[in-house]
């Protein structure tokens, strides 16, 4: 079986600036797909644009409970949000997600991937902002229930190349068993496009080219994907998040030459889940 690679760009939307420095990583790079936080003011915009200057990128929805506010009337989706209406922190989700009612979610999830269907651009995969979606099976469940729906992909939940102890540090260990196993058998059982591995570890300080290179060499046969951040920092990113200055390094990597000669030597297919993963 060939090597096939989708390199999703979280995060599109952030702001303009992100946004087009994912396309600029499409255009001029590795990246393949992008998921986008359709709830952030000037994203449907955002997409537009990007359908416009990259028709060959491929959308998804970056469902998204844990930055910025809801696109349901805050009276509807009461147990998301803050006494000011913002979505809750993810530690509070991570530690307490029953905290949340479960039609709350599914009502936010689906009116964030109809928001992105408005630009009537195809859906390509959902993945989860934070990775919410194993904060609970029934989260993980409800997740995949939207992609049965809408014809989608999803991610893998279990990463390849992050040190288990590190896991253990930022989700519930009863998750990380499930999302070890029976999250990606369910994937397997309701045929929901999805790759064979998911790679995590190009991010902060492991986000340089040497490590994207060894991640390329080493990759198995089958599907997999590698998660980035790549985009232009501003100051609306400066102020709102901590992960600002270092997508730029990203970008640096995601377009490098050699990045992309590594690809060509080593008979690497670059799809989008749509086109990788079987449907």
């Not at 390849?160 to 059982?189: C, G, I, N, Y």
Request: charged residues 25%; negative net charge.
């Amino acid at each position: 079986m060939n090597r096939r690679l989708i390199v999703n760009a979280d995060d599109y939307g952030r702001t303009p600036s992100v946004s087009r420095g994912i396309c600029d990583a499409h255009l001029n790079g590795l990246v393949t797909t992008t998921t986008v936080m359709i709830n952030l003011p000037g994203a449907l915009e955002d997409v537009r644009r990007g359908i416009e200057c990259a028709p060959t990128l491929a959308f998804g929805v970056h469902l998204n409970l844990t930055c910025g506010k809801p696109l349901t009337p805050p009276d509807r989706v009461p147990t998301l949000i803050d006494a000011n209406g913002w979505f809750h922190e993810k530690d509070l989700i991570f530690s307490d997600p029953e905290t949340l009612d479960l039609d709350e979610v599914k009502i936010e999830c689906k009116a964030q991937i109809e928001r992105f269907l408005q630009t009537e651009a195809e859906l390509d995969h959902l993945d989860s902002h934070h990775h919410f979606g194993i904060a609970s099976t029934e989260i993980w469940f409800l997740i995949t229930e939207l992609a049965v729906e809408y014809d989608c992909g999803v991610r893998t939940p279990f990463p390849t190349d992050v040190r288990e102890e590190d896991l253990f540090e930022l989700f519930p260990a009863d998750m990380l068993d499930f999302s070890r196993t029976q999250a990606k058998e369910h994937l397997e059982t309701f045929a929901i496009p999805h790759p064979d591995y998911f790679y995590a570890s190009f991010f902060g300080k492991y986000a340089v080219l040497d490590h994207l290179i060894k991640l390329l060499r080493e990759l198995p046969n089958g599907v997999s994907e590698i998660m980035c951040h790549p985009g232009y920092s501003d100051e609306a990113l400066e102020q709102t998040s901590g992960y600002n200055r270092i997508r730029e390094q990203e970008l640096t990597a995601l377009t490098d030459q050699s990045a992309l000669s590594a690809i060509d030597s080593e008979n690497i297919e670059l799809h989008s889940y749509r086109t990788g993963c079987g449907k």
